[in-house]
């Protein structure tokens, strides 16, 4: 038998060397921050990533599931052509073995130079904390963060009331149409834009958030919504519950606007959301508030955050009992696999704490109460 294929060998080495000088440069931007931040903080880069936005933007659907789909293609693709060379006897199994190794490290490694300049070269970059000038780290005690925790647990109250005129409307609190949300949190972002820290370009319109195609299975796999960066898309699963769905959202687009750490999107998403207008998209910030220091709380005293967790009205139960059913699905294997899978990316991505790190804004909330005072978190009126 011999091999009359032709490998091509030069395209397939260039794409290779693409993921590879990709992985160099990153290494390096995570030894020197500021440069991070020149490149994907002032340079052209943001607007290279928000004019993909709004080019995607006004497709109706998915991009990104259509681009994981034509990669997987391309794959199979290439599987069923080796397969047919085999059988002619174009290729030994050996050199079938090697052309498919080199294909797929093409592949692999434009997507990795693609990602690297589309995404991962924002982690390096200075997070949230230092950028408002706070210091997040350091010990909280239950003299901390129980009055926090207790006028959060109020201002929930407060807006649950706000908005159903009653202290349970008898179902589930609604989320607002999608539209509307997506417009609340725009404008919330051009408010937080004028706060010092915080940049200007922020406040800079981006593409509309989309749902998922496919949100049933994302739902099953504990994954309420994810940023695509070969898209530039924003993306959740369409039915969320009102009560999560704004702040879920405004967290998406943080990342969307170039905040690669979670704790960093968690915080964006507070601070944005709780700006609307809307009282059902506040209402979502203040629950997750509330439910990152209730979880602090438990930490140091689970007496302390049960006895306060008493105190929410029937309605509020009643979301809360909604959402805890409404993940109910994401259980067993499914829910280990998306945790495994999103660990692994955040610790590839020099993220130490993995998914630990979500529960990294509870300490920026702290720390903003501690040098700006509670106002800095239930300044806003009606909170």
């Given at each position: 038998?011999?091999?009359r294929?032709?490998?091509?060998?030069g395209?397939?080495?260039?794409?290779?060397?693409?993921?590879?000088?990709?992985?160099?440069?990153?290494?390096?931007?995570?030894?020197?921050?500021?440069?991070?931040?020149?490149?994907?903080?002032?340079?052209?880069?943001?607007?290279?990533?928000?004019s993909?936005?709004?080019?995607?933007?006004?497709?109706?659907?998915?991009?990104?599931?259509?681009?994981?789909l034509?990669?997987?293609?391309?794959?199979?693709?290439?599987?069923?052509?080796?397969?047919?060379a085999?059988?002619?006897?174009?290729?030994?199994?050996?050199?079938?073995?090697?052309?498919?190794?080199?294909?797929?490290?093409?592949?692999?490694?434009?997507?990795?130079?693609?990602?690297f300049?589309?995404?991962?070269?924002?982690?390096?970059?200075?997070?949230?904390?230092?950028r408002?000038?706070?210091?997040?780290?350091?010990?909280?005690?239950?003299?901390?963060?129980?009055?926090?925790?207790?006028?959060?647990?109020?201002?929930?109250?407060?807006?649950?009331?706000?908005?159903?005129?009653?202290?349970?409307?008898?179902?589930?609190?609604?989320?607002?149409?999608?539209?509307?949300v997506?417009?609340e949190?725009?404008?919330?972002?051009?408010?937080?834009a004028?706060?010092?820290?915080?940049?200007?370009?922020?406040?800079?319109?981006?593409?509309?958030?989309?749902?998922?195609?496919?949100?049933?299975?994302?739902?099953?796999?504990?994954?309420?919504?994810?940023y695509?960066?070969f898209?530039g898309?924003?993306?959740?699963?369409?039915?969320?519950?009102?009560?999560?769905l704004?702040?879920?959202?405004?967290?998406?687009?943080?990342?969307?606007?170039?905040?690669?750490?979670?704790?960093?999107?968690?915080?964006?998403?507070?601070?944005?959301?709780?700006?609307a207008?809307?009282p059902?998209?506040?209402?979502?910030?203040?629950?997750?508030?509330?439910?990152?220091?209730?979880?602090?709380?438990?930490?140091?005293?689970?007496?302390?955050?049960?006895?306060?967790?008493?105190?929410?009205?029937?309605?509020?139960?009643?979301?809360?009992?909604?959402?805890?059913?409404?993940?109910?699905?994401?259980?067993?294997?499914?829910?280990?696999?998306?945790?495994?899978?999103?660990?692994?990316?955040?610790?590839?991505?020099g993220?130490r704490?993995g998914?630990?790190?979500y529960?990294?804004?509870v300490?920026?909330?702290?720390?903003?109460?501690?040098?700006?005072?509670?106002?800095?978190?239930f300044?806003?009126?009606?909170?």
């Amino acid at each position: 038998m011999q091999d009359r294929a032709e490998l091509p060998l030069g395209r397939r080495l260039a794409g290779i060397g693409l993921g590879l000088a990709a992985l160099g440069g990153y290494a390096l931007l995570a030894r020197h921050p500021s440069l991070a931040e020149g490149l994907a903080g002032s340079g052209p880069l943001p607007g290279l990533v928000r004019s993909l936005s709004l080019a995607t933007s006004p497709v109706p659907f998915s991009l990104a599931e259509v681009v994981v789909l034509v990669v997987l293609g391309r794959q199979v693709h290439g599987l069923v052509i080796g397969q047919k060379a085999l059988r002619r006897g174009d290729l030994t199994p050996r050199r079938a073995a090697l052309a498919g190794g080199l294909r797929l490290g093409q592949d692999l490694g434009v997507l990795l130079a693609l990602f690297f300049l589309l995404w991962g070269i924002q982690y390096p970059r200075p997070d949230l904390a230092e950028r408002l000038g706070i210091d997040p780290s350091g010990r909280a005690d239950v003299a901390e963060i129980e009055p926090l925790a207790r006028q959060a647990v109020h201002a929930v109250n407060a807006l649950y009331l706000e908005i159903h005129g009653s202290a349970d409307a008898g179902e589930p609190t609604a989320a607002p149409p999608w539209d509307e949300v997506a417009r609340e949190l725009e404008a919330g972002w051009a408010r937080l834009a004028e706060r010092p820290g915080i940049p200007e370009r922020v406040a800079r319109a981006h593409g509309m958030p989309k749902p998922f195609w496919t949100g049933a299975v994302f739902r099953r796999f504990g994954v309420a919504g994810m940023y695509f960066p070969f898209t530039g898309e924003a993306l959740l699963v369409r039915d969320l519950p009102g009560a999560s769905l704004p702040r879920d959202m405004a967290h998406e687009m943080a990342h969307q606007r170039g905040f690669a750490s979670e704790a960093d999107a968690n915080t964006l998403a507070f601070l944005v959301a709780r700006e609307a207008e809307d009282p059902r998209v506040r209402y979502a910030a203040y629950l997750f508030l509330r439910d990152q220091l209730l979880s602090a709380l438990r930490r140091v005293d689970r007496g302390a955050a049960s006895a306060l967790a008493e105190e929410r009205i029937a309605g509020v139960r009643r979301d809360d009992a909604y959402r805890a059913e409404y993940w109910s699905v994401a259980r067993g294997w499914t829910r280990s696999v998306g945790q495994s899978v999103n660990h692994a990316m955040l610790r590839a991505h020099g993220v130490r704490e993995g998914i630990a790190s979500y529960q990294g804004s509870v300490w920026v909330f702290l720390a903003l109460a501690r040098e700006e005072g509670p106002e800095a978190l239930f300044g806003l009126e009606g909170c």
